[in-house]
């Protein structure tokens, strides 16, 4: 199998190739900033945790996202089982992050940190109604 470079491609393949990079690029600069968003109020839910002494983790609302994400990732044309190994690695993180926050706070109270079950997402809200909390990206700082 021969493979070429970009250098060695035409003009327009080269144009093609640096127009779709340059999308990735900004996907990619809106991702980080999506996360950074969610980690800061993840966070907050890990210091109202922390402050009523409340365990790190929700099982069961975290089943509950990793189901919903899964059923969003079907709709658009994503792998569900990718979406919830990333959602997996999210949770995970916010989780110690809780963990450090109820240490720091001095009432620890720790077990399986649901970071799902920590945030309130406006599709929570617009779905039900009503906020729900979500524990996604807790992040404990």
């Known amino acids: 199998m021969t493979t070429s470079t970009p250098q060695e491609a035409g003009p327009d393949v080269r144009a ?13 600069a809106a991702v980080v900033h999506m996360l950074a968003e969610r980690f800061k109020c993840t966070q907050q839910v890990g210091h109202l945790k922390a402050a009523h002494q409340l365990p790190p983790a929700d099982p069961s609302r975290e089943a509950h996202q990793i189901a919903r994400l899964r059923r969003l990732a079907e709709s658009a044309k994503l792998d569900p089982a990718f979406a919830e190994k990333l959602l997996n690695f999210i949770i995970a993180e916010v989780i110690r992050h809780h963990e450090r926050i ?5 009432g620890a109270t720790t077990g399986t940190a649901d970071p799902i079950a920590e945030t309130t997402t406006a599709a929570d809200t617009a779905t039900t109604g009503a906020a729900t909390t979500t524990g996604t990206a807790d992040t404990r700082e």
């Open 102 to 106: 109820a240490d720091d706070a001095g």
């Open 16 to 28: 093609e190739l640096a127009r779709l990079r340059d999308s990735i690029d900004n996907i990619d």
